[in-house]
Structures are given as C-alpha cells and as structure tokens.
C-alpha cells in the first residue's frame, strides 16, 4: 500500500479498533472545537468532517475522521465534563434504549474523494441503583465516553440488549469503515494473525 491511512484521532478505543482490519496507519489527534449544529446526523459527520480536513492540512494520505454521540429523547450526549453530568446521563439512560450514532468522514488528499456515512445502534441499558451509578462513577471510566459510558469496559455490565454493531458503541463502526476504504479503493490487506 503506498497511500498512507490517517486516523484523524487521538482515541485508544479508535486506534484498538483501526488495528482490527490494518496495522498500517498512523494516528494524529484533531484539534478542533467538536461543535456543531443540525440532526444528530448531521452533527457527527460534521464534526468527523472538520477533523479530517484539518488533519489533512498538515499529513497526506487517506485521512478518516469519526465522531460519536448517544441521543435519548431527541438530545444529545456527548463526553460528560464533570461527574455531576455524568450521573445524570446514566441516570437518564437507566432502564431504557438510546442510539449511538458514528459519523464517518474518509478524504484523500490526493483524489480529492471522499466518503462519508453514519452508522446507529441501539442500545438498552438495565435499570441503574444509585448505588451501582455510583460505583461507576468511582472507577473513573466515565471520562471522556459520550453517553458516559464504556460498553467495553466496566459499562458492559449495564448492556442488556444491543441492536445492531458494537464497534459502533465503541466509536468506530469498522465494517461500514472497511466497506467505505473499498469504495475508494483502498485495499486493505488483510493480515495473518499468527504472526
């Protein structure tokens, strides 16, 4: 492969989940404000948008860009920025189904292609007691989860149904991903697990 992929992101959980269908990129932090107006839809592509382009002003390549939320009753949470926020969501999620929703963005910077999609799972949660909310809170791995939760982490013991992709949960929809690179051309080989 001689066009160097870009994940357009700082994220662990991202850069595991690349990992899964390529060894061969490099991860680059955005730095935009992950802000924007529209659906839910909209906004997540929007944002995946804006971190790919901005990485693209300084690295060549296929740069790919992500952003995810969870929308429950029409609104949007995004990362908690205190524990107060926190235990609200998972207040508000407790006992119920909410949709996360991943935004794609993939540009060459060389083409001048792009792609860009958005992927929706469904989530239920169990009912959450003050206690168990707190206890999660305790572990710190709210941090920086939209939704203030980690499905694969500590927050897999509040999942009692999902419908549709889990990769989505974790941020980064990997099929819909791989099936977006093949639209372009891109072609990942894919790697012996034994080595």
């Known amino acids: 492969m001689d066009i160097p992929i870009v994940l357009a ?3 662990p959980r991202r850069i595991e ?3 899964k269908i390529t060894s061969r990129f490099v991860a680059i932090a955005s730095k935009i404000d992950e802000k924007a107006d529209g659906s839910p839809e909209e906004q997540v592509i929007s944002v995946a948008r804006d971190k790919a382009r901005q990485v693209a002003t300084e690295h060549e390549g296929i740069i790919i860009g992500a952003d995810t939320i969870v929308v429950v009753d029409n609104e949007i949470l ?3 920025n205190s524990r107060e926020q926190a235990r609200r969501m998972l207040t508000k999620l407790s006992a119920r189904e909410h949709t996360v929703i991943t935004g794609l963005y ?3 910077t060389r083409t001048k292609q792009y792609r860009q999609a958005c992927e929706k799972t469904k989530v239920h949660l169990c009912a959450l007691a003050k206690d168990q909310i707190e206890a999660y809170l ?4 709210y941090v920086d989860k939209a939704g203030a939760y980690a499905i694969q982490g500590q927050g897999a013991l509040f999942v009692d149904r999902i419908y549709g992709d ?3 949960v974790m941020g ?4 819909k991903l791989y099936l977006l690179l093949r639209e372009m051309g891109v072609s990942l080989e894919l790697e012996d697990s034994n080595e």
């Open 9 to 11: 992101s700082g994220s």
């Open 17 to 19: 989940l690349l990992k």
């Open 78 to 80: 995004g990362k908690p």
């Open 106 to 108: 993939i540009l060459s």
């Open 138 to 141: 305790d572990t710190g791995e």
């Open 166 to 168: 889990f990769f989505n």
């Open 172 to 175: 980064l929809p990997v099929c």
